[in-house]
């Protein structure tokens, strides 16, 4: 078989993705984890007296820990499955990458297997977040004089 129609072949049997929906689904559940994470530091703040700054402290705490639990659980892919990345973007994809790292390696030990895997791909996002925050604080000192 050539090139050609192998490529015909591919892209008929390629299932189509519907972008407009899955990032208006991906907008939606972004959202309501938003509005979830406010909810938590109202409910921290009021309920239990605890200033807004340590009570947003809290809140991705508490976000984190349901992230790791529905992945611990085995939920989570599946919830990403209908809501796109409305899941993975925010704080809660951090803990999931984390955590299912570990579990997925934890059968080879806590050195070689957690340890030296489970940064595999949050790895990425820390030293690009550290990256980049030192350009935009160059760049804030530059031109704004700190």
Do not use: W
């Not at 991705?60 to 085995?74: A, E, V, Y």
């Not at 390696?105 to 030192?134: D, P, Q, R």
Request: proline share 2%; charged share 15%.
């Amino acid at each position: 078989m050539d090139k050609n129609k192998y490529s015909l072949l591919v892209k008929k049997y390629t299932p189509k993705e519907d972008r407009l929906f899955n990032g208006l689904i991906a907008f939606i559940v972004g959202g309501l984890i938003g509005i979830i994470g406010q909810f938590l530091i109202s409910f921290y703040s009021s309920y239990l007296s605890i200033p807004s700054k340590e009570a947003s402290i809290f809140m991705i705490i508490t976000l984190i820990f349901i992230g790791c639990l529905l992945t611990g659980l085995g939920i989570f892919d599946k919830l990403v499955s209908y809501t796109r990345c409305g899941l993975i973007i925010p704080i809660t994809g951090f803990a999931h990458s984390m955590s299912s790292a570990a579990l997925e390696y934890k059968k080879e030990g806590l050195v070689t297997g957690i340890g030296a895997n489970i940064f595999k791909l949050a790895g990425t996002v820390i030293m690009f977040g550290v990256v980049s925050a030192y350009f935009f604080g160059i760049l804030r000192l530059i031109f704004f004089g700190g």
